[in-house]
T-cell receptor
Framework: GDSVTQMEGPVTLSEEAFLTINCTYTATGYPSLFWYVQYPGEGLQLLLKATKADDKGSNKGFEATYRKETTSFHLEKGSVQVSDSAVYFCALLLSGSARQLTFGSGTQLTVLP | DTAVSQTPKYLVTQMGNDKSIKCEQNLGHDTMYWYKQDSKKFLKIMFSYNNKELIINETVPNRFSPKSPDKAHLNLHINSLELGDSAVYFC????????????FGDGTRLSIL
């Protein structure tokens, strides 16, 4: 079945460090890929998305490129801030009537001042 | 204005009780969803619903039932609550094609005593 595998956390970085959170997927078709972020006590917010191979999603300094050859969608940010501390979820969505997101297990990021 | 709103935010109740969680979206979306997030932050789809089709995740016990009075609402009713039902439940909505992101509510934290 379809699945998403995320880098296990927690991840702890110092402010201004470079961030990479790995995400790979298995899917029977051509999914759309998403990164969602969950701040403490809040719901999930869409961070960025990519709908086809080689697309790059970007938002708030975060980037991820849809790599079909490696079935990956790694999240990167050049310089993290304390306010980036949150749980990050990679997710895929296949076309079809269900439109149900399949999530990775989430990666807790803590950024220290 | 909140796009996807859930009530209550917190729900504490005893085993065996029946409870409902309400969800409303003001985005004009055609599909709504319920997700369950366990204590390890893992997210799993429970239901997706539009005015034509209800898709149920086969692992969801039949004690859980979605009820949709209209297109903007999808409530979650739970019968005979069990300890294992303790989790955060998220409502979400989306519109249109399979590459459209889902918008999430802030979650309802359900605690079973």
């Amino acid at each position: 079945g379809d699945s998403v595998t995320q880098m296990e956390g927690p991840v702890t970085l110092s402010e201004e460090a470079f961030l990479t959170i790995n995400c790979t997927y298995t899917a029977t078709g051509y999914p759309s890929l998403f990164w969602y972020v969950q701040y403490p006590g809040e719901g999930l917010q869409l961070l960025l998305k990519a709908t086809k191979a080689d697309d790059k999603g970007s938002n708030k300094g975060f980037e991820a490129t849809y790599r079909k050859e490696t079935t990956s969608f790694h999240l990167e940010k050049g310089s993290v801030q304390v306010s980036d501390s949150a749980v990050y979820f990679c997710a895929l969505l296949l076309s079809g009537s269900a439109r149900q997101l399949t999530f990775g297990s989430g990666t807790q990021l803590t950024v220290l001042p | 204005d909140t796009a996807v709103s859930q009530t209550p935010k917190y729900l504490v109740t005893q085993m065996g009780n029946d409870k409902s969680i309400k969800c409303e979206q003001n985005l004009g979306h055609d599909t709504m969803y319920w997700y369950k997030q366990d204590s390890k932050k893992f997210l799993k789809i429970m239901f997706s619903y539009n005015n034509k089709e209800l898709i149920i995740n086969e692992t969801v016990p039949n004690r859980f039932s979605p009820k949709s009075p209209d297109k903007a609402h999808l409530n979650l009713h739970i019968n005979s609550l069990e300890l294992g039902d303790s989790a955060v439940y998220f409502c979400a909505s989306s519109q249109g094609g399979s590459n459209q992101p889902q918008h999430f509510g802030d979650g309802t934290r359900l605690s079973i005593l």
